[in-house]
């Protein structure tokens, strides 16, 4: 199912394809550590955050401070199955499922970017994780975190963002597009909205459990190699609560009209700056074309979305943004020991930096 979603996306606008500040070469990268595919199979801390409604956090290592991975849209802990492991050498790694997502309850309201920073909150005081920590936030996540950072300035002693979404992003790609490319961006979100009702009308009418639909694109597609965890994330993916949270989350993100999407508008209100935290953004170079777009359109994208990325690493005395070569959109399954090397220096800066009052 996130595989297909993220083939539309690409499909729909090369807004993938973008630009950062410097390019770093990493070379002292950590040792690959993959987790085993079986811990996916399984719950971990079932935390009630809000009555009796729980999120599943999975936690290893030890050390202060803590890093907290939050993932993309439909993303959940396996994630960071690339990275956890070598981060928990260090220090205290954390991944979790968003509500809906993986082991966790269904969400009871929409799935943007305040209420996941409000569970998100809740959680890390149910765990309890210890604060100040360092939030790992990809794509969507990376706007999440930002929101969380600017709610909650003393939670956070540092930040990475992986390809991270931010305020304003639809609309300041929207400027520099073509009338035919805008019309293709929202026909796109438009094909993924459809795609996702029809998901979820198969999962309440009980559609998604019947073996013949098993190899549905609305599961786990392309299988994963492992059959014990290709059925669990099938039995996790035919649930509607999993179903209802995809879709809301992607319609919080993505707007089909010149309104800001919700999650643009909350970060947005959520805006400030960061003081000297210890901030990476990481930015995928690939310099790829998709069919029907020129080198000049693709330019115009590139240089649109690192204006916004800058801007996220400037709200920090102590920000920086990163060129990462020979990688797709997931950072941290194309090159995770670059993420992890990211990780280390930030953990050791926050390690160094005075206590807050």
């Known amino acids: 199912m996130r595989q297909l979603f993220i083939n539309l996306r690409l499909a729909s606008l090369a807004g993938w394809v973008l630009i950062s500040l410097t390019a770093i070469d990493v070379s002292a ?36 401070p803590a890093v907290l991975f939050d993932s993309g849209i439909g993303g959940d802990s396996l994630d960071w199955r690339y990275v956890q492991g070598a981060v928990a ?19 009871t309201r929409p799935s943007d970017a305040t209420d996941a920073v409000d569970d998100l909150h809740r959680l890390a005081k149910a765990a309890p994780i210890v604060t100040p920590f360092v939030l790992v936030g990809h794509s969507i ?3 999440y975190a930002t929101v969380y950072a600017a709610t909650y300035p003393r939670d956070v ?33 438009a094909r993924i909205f459809a795609a996702e009702r029809h998901c979820l009308d198969l999962a309440r009418k009980m559609e998604l459990t019947k073996p ?5 694109d609305c599961l786990d597609t392309p299988p994963d190699p492992d059959p014990d965890l290709h059925r669990e994330l099938n039995r ?33 209100a959520a805006h400030g700056d960061f003081g ?46 990163v060129f ?24 050791e800066a926050a390690r160094q930096s005075p206590k807050p009052p």
Not at 212 to 216: A, F, K
């Open 236 to 268: 996790q993916t035919a649930r509607i609560g999993t179903q209802a949270a995809f879709l809301s989350e992607w319609q919080s993100a993505f707007s089909l009209t010149d309104d800001a999407a919700r999650d643009s508008a909350e970060a947005q």
């Open 157 to 189: 002693a540092g930040m990475l963002l992986i390809e991270p979404a931010f305020a304003g992003q639809a609309q300041a790609l929207a400027n520099v597009l073509s009338p035919a490319h805008k019309a293709e961006e929202r026909a796109g979100y």
């Open 141 to 143: 996540g990376g706007l």
């Open 29 to 64: 990268a950590a040792p690959r550590i993959e987790i085993a595919t079986s811990a996916y199979t399984h719950p971990h801390q079932l935390v009630a955050i809000d009555g009796a409604r729980r999120l599943n956090l999975f936690c290893s290592g030890g050390g202060k």
């Open 89 to 107: 050498r260090f220090t205290r790694a954390c991944s979790y499922d968003r509500a809906g997502y993986g082991f966790s309850d269904a969400p």
């Open 276 to 321: 000297a935290m210890p901030l990476v953004v990481l930015t995928a170079r690939n310099k790829m074309l998709s069919p029907g777009w020129t080198r000049a359109e693709v330019d115009r994208i590139d240089a649109a979305t690192k204006a916004g990325r800058d801007e996220l690493a400037a709200r920090s005395t102590h920000g920086s943004s």
């Open 212 to 216: 013949e639909n098993q190899s549905s």
């Open 324 to 347: 990462v070569d020979n990688s797709g959109h997931f950072i941290q399954k194309d090159q995770p020991d670059i993420v992890v090397h990211y990780i280390w220096q930030i953990v």
